[in-house]
């Protein structure tokens, strides 16, 4: 079915076109909360290893990793959201994604906890965050899903990793 | 039948970059009145091409602008008219002009210009006032038999061709509907298929050519002209051209046979028809070709924005990288059958080692080749300069000659890219600073004309290339003068002659009395020095009063591969480029000075070097502090020298060059990064930018700023 189709549907039926819209999220978890990023951004899941340091680099930019033969940096996303730190396990993960940061694609890390699970989403029912002041995180989240009884905050990743 | 053509563009495009360079190379060996008809018909076929191919794609501004260009060419070629300086001076322009339309071409922008139309009416000009002259020799010889001499442009002339081509005719890459387009341009046609010669199916070959065609034309082109259109398949067809009729500006029909079938034709033609409907085909025609254009105008819009580039590579490059992946995979079943081997003993252990070595062998062979793919001859960038040294040597009355050698000398395509700009400011600077108006020379006691000569040649891993002029030299004592004024050294500042000479390459220095359009204003020199560091390169100059100037450019071979000295600072391990350490030694703690501000300079012979704390700059706080004993790497840069504090140094070896910024962005500091041995990431200290990082000011001399102070006390 196409879009156009069933938009003329939905004018007789109740909204339900939930394929029109569907896109499929890689969510991950971080200090107890469910994060989710477009699937199609992911190039590959890694184990945690030590990684290159880059000198008077931020300190969310935990360093560079060679990504078969690509010097790619890595961003702990707990950091970057100035969360609390933990030590690293063997279930923390190197989410990597392609990103289009000032028109150019770059690869990039990031540090997550854990790898969660994927969801079919329909952007559609996508709601804002609450617009609760101007917190500094704020600008990197896309907006809030609710799948089954859980929240998942959906980000947006170009914002993250522009620094 | 559509083939998209807009992936062809890009090979167009190159080529006729190419084409333009010839025919600019070769226009600058012409002198007015000499006709050397080897350069000429040189010139003439680069430029033909360039018409055929932008006909062909579609490209109408440049086919038509190249046409005229070419009709000039053509005239001197068959002697018709002598060669003239402003001749020359119009093609190079018209050259300049196609090159910014195939730039239009590439950002897919209108090629018409002002410029091109204005360069167009001046051959038109010229050319009309030649087909004057012609024509008034014509008429002297006239005579009734040369029919096809008449004067084109005024006279309707009705032509008939039968155009058979041979069998083969597709296979050479022909394709008549292109041919039947070009005639169509010179005027009204009509064509009829032959469709007789065409075998059953049982015995037709689908990739011959059974048709032939007859056509009529009317046309005011000439009979070359029409010849023109069929010269690529005048070898693989049989063709005649017969005149039918003329119809003069009175509109009187000069007619011989109008009404008769002069040949045995096809019965069924009839020239009157095929006349009356020659405009209606025609109009068809045209429409198509719109058409196909804003066709291809739609395609060209959605690959344009890739920015691609090509390079073309010799033959026998690409075979010894076969060979050499041939190798590789036969080290590779070798090692592959030892690893399969049920046990394994002290035999298979040499074989092992063996075949390691050899394959080590076969990766250094593989990397040098692949390395040598990305060299060029020189000559990509030296072949600008007879251009540029003649425009400008016109430009400031001076007589000028350029030598060039070494221009086989390879290096590698994008130093290539960046280096010619810093030549073209170096040249320029040569012929207006250096070289002397025709007078003074004479007075000198020199010959007349200056001589700029460009060398370059190999020396390691470097490749040197040397501008010379002899000019007048450098004024030293006016750079310095210069110098002082500007404040970049004291009045009483001792400095050799050399030293001196190195203040021109410091920022807003310039000794030109008047700003002129071509240097003087002082943006120069440091930007070449800049241009020249940043590809990890040196400049420097070497002069003498009255004899000339000598600019030395030295450039590593390639920017992909790096020698380094691997070096620890704690945990971290980094890369020194080996081409900056001048040597590395042991900290003698009795000859540290501190100077204040936390600076420490060691005295090493009879030099102090400050002593930048590589920890410090790099924050890591798990590397060694202390200078006792420690180690320095004494590295230089831009003429500085500055000791780099380690923990420890490890292997020397050349490294991949990895970029940074690609992934991630410039760090202050660093200048790449590399993949070692065991896979983990290295990063490459950039020595100019830690000196910056550091903060260390640079002085207008060797040495540093409070290298004057320090000197008083100790």
């Known amino acids: 079915m196409t879009s156009q189709e069933s938009q003329q549907l939905n004018l007789v039926e109740e909204p339900s076109s939930e394929q029109a819209e569907c896109v499929q999220y890689l969510t991950f978890m971080m200090a107890e909360e469910e994060y989710g990023i477009e699937i199609l951004a992911v190039q590959e899941i890694r184990g945690w290893e030590p990684m290159t340091v880059i000198p008077n680099s931020p300190a969310f930019v935990k360093g560079v990793l060679n990504l078969r033969g690509t010097v790619v940096p890595v961003v702990d996303l707990r950091l970057r959201f100035q969360l609390s730190t933990v030590d690293y396990s063997e279930v923390t993960v190197v989410v990597i994604v392609k990103v289009c940061i000032e028109e150019a694609e770059k690869i990039m890390g990031i540090v997550v906890d854990a790898v969660s699970d994927v969801y079919n989403l329909d952007k559609g029912v996508v709601t804002r965050a609450p617009d609760v002041g101007e917190t500094t995180n704020k600008p990197f989240i896309e907006g809030l899903i609710q799948v089954s009884d859980k929240m998942v905050v959906l980000l947006d990743l170009e914002k993250i990793l522009d620094f | ?714």
């Not at chain 2, 001197?76 to 008219?81: F, K, S």
């Not at chain 2, 000794?511 to 020199?525: C, F, I, N, Q």
């Open chain 2, 1 to 714: 039948m559509s083939i998209d053509l807009s992936q062809f563009y890009e090979v167009f495009i190159d080529e006729s970059y190419e084409g333009l360079e010839i025919m600019e190379s070769e226009l600058l060996h012409l002198e007015p009145g000499d006709v050397d008809s080897e350069i000429i018909n040189t010139i003439f076929r680069a430029a033909h091409s360039i018409k055929g191919g932008s006909g062909t794609f579609g490209f109408m501004a440049i086919a038509d602008f190249t046409h005229v260009v070419e009709t000039l060419l053509d005239q001197i070629r068959n002697g018709e008219r002598e060669l003239e300086s402003l001749h020359i001076d119009l093609l190079l322009k018209s050259i300049d002009c196609l090159r910014g339309m195939l730039n239009a071409i590439q950002n897919d922008e209108p090629q018409e210009s002002e410029e091109a139309e204005s360069l167009r009416q001046q051959f038109q000009t010229i050319l009309d006032g030649s087909t004057q002259k012609a024509s008034q020799m014509e008429e002297k010889v006239v005579d009734s038999a040369t029919v096809e001499q008449i004067e084109p442009g005024s006279v309707d002339s009705i032509w008939q061709i039968h155009f058979a081509p041979l069998p083969h005719l597709f296979r050479t890459g022909n394709e008549p509907l292109f041919i039947f387009e070009d005639l169509a341009a010179l005027g009204d046609v009509t064509i009829t298929a032959e469709l007789d010669s065409i075998p059953g199916l049982s015995e037709l070959h689908p990739e011959d050519s059974y048709l032939s065609w007859l056509i009529g034309l009317d046309t005011k082109a000439d009979e070359s002209a029409i010849k023109e259109v069929f010269e690529w398949v005048e070898d693989d067809a049989t063709i005649s051209y017969k005149l039918i009729a003329q119809i003069d500006d009175l509109n009187q029909l000069n007619a011989e046979d109008y009404e008769q079938d002069p040949e045995p034709l096809d019965s069924n033609s009839n020239v009157e028809p095929m006349v009356a409907s020659a405009q209606a085909e025609k109009s068809s025609k045209s429409e198509i070709s719109v058409k196909t254009m804003t066709k291809s105008k739609l395609t060209d819009g959605a690959s344009a924005k890739v920015d691609s580039s090509s390079i073309r590579v010799g033959t026998d490059k690409v075979d010894s990288l076969i060979n050499m992946v041939g190798e590789l995979v036969i080290t590779q079943a070798m090692l592959n059958e030892l690893g399969e081997a049920e046990e394994f003993n002290q035999e298979k252990l040499l074989a092992l080692r063996e075949g390691l070595a050899q394959l080590s062998h076969n990766t250094r062979d593989l990397q040098e080749s692949v390395m040598r793919i990305r060299m060029l001859p020189i000559n990509f960038v030296f072949s600008r300069f007879p251009r540029l040294v003649r425009d400008i040597s016109q430009k400031l009355d001076k007589k000028v000659e350029i030598k060039m050698l070494g221009e086989q000398t390879e290096l590698d395509k994008t130093v290539m890219e960046k280096l010619s700009d810093p030549m073209v400011h170096l040249v320029r600077n040569s012929l207006d600073h250096g070289l002397e108006p025709p007078e003074e020379r004479i007075a000198a006691g020199k010959n007349e004309i200056g001589t700029v000569t460009l060398n370059a040649y190999h020396q390691g891993g470097n490749i040197i290339i040397e501008i010379i002029d002899d000019g007048r030299g450098l004024n030293t004592s006016k750079i310095r003068d210069k110098a002082v004024t500007n404040g970049l050294i004291h009045a009483d500042d001792e400095l050799s002659d050399s030293e001196i000479n190195e203040l021109i390459f410091q920022p807003g220095f310039s000794t030109a009395d008047e700003v002129s359009d071509l240097s003087g204003r002082g943006v120069g020199m440091d930007v070449v020095k800049r241009n020249i560091n940043a590809l990890n390169g040196t400049v420097d100059v070497d002069s003498s009063p009255g004899k000339g100037s000598t600019f030395t450019i030295r450039l590593p071979l390639t920017l992909a591969i790096l020698d380094g000295q691997l070096v620890t600072l704690g945990s971290n391990v980094y890369i020194i480029p080996l081409v900056s350490i001048v040597e590395s030694l042991q900290i003698e703690m009795n000859k540290v000075n501190s100077v204040g501000g936390g600076l420490d300079v060691l005295r090493l012979r009879d030099e102090y070097i400050p002593i930048l704390r590589l920890y410090e700059l790099f924050n890591h706080h798990d590397a060694q502090k202390k200078l006792d004993n420690g180690l320095l790497v004494v590295v230089e840069s831009d003429n500085e020298k500055v000791g780099l504090l380690v923990d420890d140094l490890l292997a020397q070896q050349q490294f991949v060059i990895k970029s940074l910024e690609a992934n991630y962005k410039k760090v202050d500091g660093i200048s790449g990064a590399t993949i070692l041995g065991d896979g983990s990431v290295s990063l490459i200290v950039d020595i100019s930018g830690l000196i910056q990082l550091a903060g260390l000011k640079k002085a207008g001399r060797q040495g540093l700023d409070f290298n004057k102070p320090l000197s008083e006390a100790v």
